[in-house]
C-alpha cells in the first residue's frame, strides 16, 4: 500500500541523481540508496538498517529536497541534529532544528518560518514533537515526509530505549498520510519487527544493509598494563589522531585523560558528573580542532557524526554487542583506516554481571541482558576472524576471513588444557566454592599470603600444583573456564567462583578442554593509520595546508572542519589537484554550493 499519491510534474524537476551531483558532491549512490529513495519518492513507508558512517541521512534528504513541503526529522541526538543542520546549510539547504538548546526568541524565528514553507528540513527532539504547541504549529503546515531516526529507541528490548518513541505513532495519526521512514545503524531481528510493528508502518519496504565496517580494524587485548598498552597503541598509529577512549567509571575518565595530558596527548573527559558548560565544551573541542581524544564514559557518541575519528578505543567491557558495535562504528565515518581497540580482564567480567544482577530490570529483561553479554565475551574469546563473529551476532555470514582484525593477523593457537582445568576446577571445590581467582591462584602458585594461612589452604592438596605456570597464565585458563560456563560467579558476593553441571564431566576425566594460549604484550607494530596518508613528502605537505585553510574557515564561521570539506576531499584534491572550478567540481563532497563558497580559495592553494 502507497500512503499517498504524488504530483509526478513536480518530481520530474529533480530527479535524486542530480540532487546528489550538484547539491551534496557525489557522483554515485552507495547500496541500496538509490533504491530507498525511489521507494520514499513513490510514497511507500520504508525500514532501513544501515551501519553507522553507511549514509543513512542522504535516504531522507534527497526525497525531502524533491518533494513539496517540509521534512520532518525525529532524533533524540541534540548534537546530531546540530551538526546535520549546520552541514545541509552550508550545501544551502534551509534546514533548521528545535530542540532544548535554543532559546525562546531563536524558537519564534523558526516557528514562523516553519508553516510559511520556508524549511525544508527540520529536525525536532521527540519530546517537543509531541508538545501541543508543536503540533498546532505543524497542522497548517505542508510535511513531505517523517523520518524517525535512532529507530530501535522505541524497543523496551534494545540498549537505548526511550519511552518517548512509544508516542511517535500517536503523532503520525494526525498528519496526512506521506511517507514514514524508520532508521536504525543497530537492531537485531526481533527489534527490527519491533519497530515497525509499534510504528504500525504501512507495508512497509524493508532495507537491511550489511553490518560490515571494512576499514575498521578489530583487535581485543588481555589487560596486563593498560596504561601501557594504551600508550602502545596510540605511539603505534594515532599519535596525531581523534579519538574516543571509554572508560567504565567517572573517575577513570578524569584519570585517564589527566594521565594522557602528561603524556602530550591533547585529551578531554566526558561524563555526566562534569558541569554542563565544561561538557558542552569539551564536545564543541572535540568536534572543531584536530588531535582531539574524548576520553568519555557511554554518556559520549550519540550523535556524533564526526568523520575522521582514527579509533576507537574500550578500557572496560561494553555492555552487549550492540553497544560495542555501535560505538566502534564512530571510528572511521569517513571510509578511511581506522581501528577498535579493547581491553578487558576478567574483573570486567565479573563487575559487568553483578551490575546486571542488582540493576533494577524485571527477571525476563535480566536474562536477556546476561545473554548479550555472554555474546559479547565470545566474540573476546574467540579463536575465530572477528568480523565473522560480530557480524554473525546481527545474522549476517561472512564468507571468508576478513584479514582486518587481529585474529586474522595473528592466527590463535589452542592446546590441551584438560590437566590445567581439572586443576583449577579442583582448587575452586577443595576451597570450598568460597574465594576469588586472586585466592585461588595464589594456592595453585603456591604462595604463602595472609588470606592462605588464616584459612590453612596451604594445607589443601591442590596447594603449589600449578607452580609451572604464572599469574597471567592461571587468570587466563579461570577466565575461559567462566565464559565457557565451566566456572559461574557468585553474584551475591563479589567475585566469588563456583563449579556448574558442567564440571563434574571435566573433573572426571570424561570431557577434554581445549584452551587458547595467552602471551604477554609486546611492542606493537604500527599499522598505517596515521593521518599522514601520503608517502610522498610534497603531497603531505600540500595536504597539510589545505588542512589549514579549511581549519581557518571552520574557525570563522564556528562549524567544525569536517562540514567545510571531509578528509576523503581534501585527499582527492591532492591526487587530482585540479586547476579550475570546472575541474573541481568532479572532487568527491564538492557540490554547487560549496564551490561557490570555497572553489576558488582552495584552488589557489592548489596552483601554489
Not at 597539510?544 to 576523503?568: M, T
Request: hydrophobic share 35%; with cysteine; net charge positive.
Amino acid at each position: 500500500m502507497v500512503r499517498s499519491s504524488r504530483d509526478k510534474n513536480y518530481l520530474s524537476q529533480n530527479t535524486p541523481q542530480t540532487v546528489l551531483e550538484k547539491i551534496f558532491g557525489f557522483q554515485t549512490f552507495r547500496k541500496p540508496q538509490k533504491e530507498i529513495i525511489t521507494q520514499i519518492l513513490n510514497g511507500h513507508d520504508v525500514f532501513v538498517l544501515m551501519p553507522t558512517g553507511g549514509g543513512k541521512s542522504i535516504c531522507y534528504q534527497i526525497p525531502a529536497l524533491i518533494l513539496p513541503g517540509t521534512a520532518i526529522i525525529v532524533s533524540p541526538l541534540i548534537s546530531l541534529m546540530e551538526n546535520q543542520v549546520h552541514a545541509l546549510k552550508q550545501l544551502g539547504v534551509a534546514s533548521e532544528y528545535l530542540n532544548s538548546s535554543l532559546s525562546y526568541q531563536q524558537i519564534g524565528t523558526i516557528e514562523t518560518a516553519i508553516p510559511k514553507g520556508d524549511i525544508k528540513i527540520l529536525y525536532v527532539t521527540p519530546e517537543r514533537l509531541l508538545t501541543t504547541r508543536f503540533q498546532k504549529l505543524i497542522s497548517t503546515t505542508k510535511i513531505s515526509l517523517v523520518a524517525i531516526d535512532e529507530a530501535h529507541c522505541i524497543s523496551q528490548w534494545g540498549h537505548d530505549f526511550r519511552p518517548e518513541y512509544l508516542n511517535l505513532t500517536n503523532f503520525i495519526h494526525t498528519i496526512p498520510k506521506v511517507p514514514i521512514i524508520a532508521l536504525t545503524a543497530t537492531a537485531v531481528f526481533s527489534t527490527q519487527s519491533e519497530i515497525i510493528e509499534k510504528l504500525q508502518l504501512i507495508d512497509p519496504k524493508v532495507f537491511i544493509s550489511s553490518y560490515d565496517r571494512p576499514n575498521v580494524h578489530y583487535k581485543v587485548v588481555l589487560k596486563q598494563n593498560v596504561k601501557k598498552q594504551l600508550y602502545d597503541f596510540l605511539t603505534a598509529d594515532h599519535s596525531d589522531d581523534s579519538g574516543i577512549i571509554y572508560c567504565l567509571s567517572r573517575k577513570k575518565v578524569e584519570g585517564i585523560a589527566d594521565w594522557l595530558c602528561q603524556k602530550g596527548y591533547n585529551a578531554l573527559p566526558y561524563h555526566a558528573g562534569l558541569d554542563d558548560a565544561v561538557r558542552r565544551n569539551n564536545q564543541l573541542r572535540f568536534l572543531r580542532e584536530e588531535s582531539i581524544i574524548i576520553v568519555a564514559t557511554i554518556a559520549f557518541g550519540m550523535g556524533i557524526d564526526k568523520p575522521n575519528v582514527r579509533f576507537v578505543a574500550h578500557l572496560d567491557l561494553p555492555k552487549s554487542m550492540e553497544n560495542y558495535y555501535q560505538e566502534t562504528g564512530r571510528a572511521g565515518r569517513d571510509g578511511l583506516k581506522s581501528n577498535a581497540w579493547l581491553a578487558y580482564s576478567l574483573s570486567d567480567i565479573i563487575l559487568n554481571r553483578r551490575i546486571i544482577q542488582e540493576g533494577d530490570s524485571e527477571v525476563k529483561l535480566k536474562i536477556r541482558e546476561f545473554n548479550k553479554l555472554d555474546a559479547l565475551l565470545a566474540f573476546c574469546e574467540s579463536h575465530h576472524c572477528r568480523r565473522k563473529v560480530l557480524l554473525n551476532y546481527f545474522n549476517e555470514d561472512y564468507p571468508t576471513n576478513c584479514q582486518n582484525c587481529d585474529i586474522c593477523d595473528h592466527p590463535v593457537q589452542t592446546y590441551d588444557a584438560t590437566t590445567q582445568a581439572q586443576k583449577a576446577l579442583s582448587c575452586v571445590y577443595r576451597a570450598g566454592q568460597r574465594f576469588g581467582v586472586g585466592h585461588l591462584v595464589n594456592i595453585l602458585s603456591g604462595k604463602i599470603t595472609r588470606q592462605v594461612e588464616k584459612y590453612n589452604h596451604d594445607k589443601l592438596s591442590t596447594f603449589a600444583i600449578g607452580e609451572d605456570l604464572g599469574e597471567i597464565e592461571w587468570k587466563s585458563i579461570f577466565r575461559q573456564l567462566l565464559i565457557n560456563g565451566y566456572l559461574t560467579v557468585n553474584i551475591d558476593e563479589y567475585g566469588i567462583l563456583q563449579l556448574t553441571q558442567k564440571s563434574k564431566a571435566v573433573l572426571n576425566g570424561k570431557e577434554p578442554i581445549l584452551l587458547k594460549h595467552e602471551h604477554r604484550s609486546t611492542s606493537i607494530k604500527p599499522r598505517g593509520n596515521k593521518s599522514k596518508y601520503f608517502k610522498d613528502s610534497e603531497k603531505q605537505d600540500l595536504f597539510e595546508l589545505l588542512r589549514k585553510l579549511r581549519k581557518d574557515i571552520a574557525g570563522e564561521q564556528q562549524v567544525p572542519p569536517y562540514i567545510i570539506f571531509s578528509d576523503r576531499t581534501l585527499i582527492e584534491l591532492v591526487e587530482i589537484q585540479p586547476q579550475s572550478l570546472g575541474e573541481m567540481i568532479n572532487i568527491t563532497g564538492i557540490g554547487n554550493s560549496k564551490l561557490e563558497r570555497y572553489g576558488t580559495d582552495f584552488l589557489e592553494v592548489l596552483k601554489q
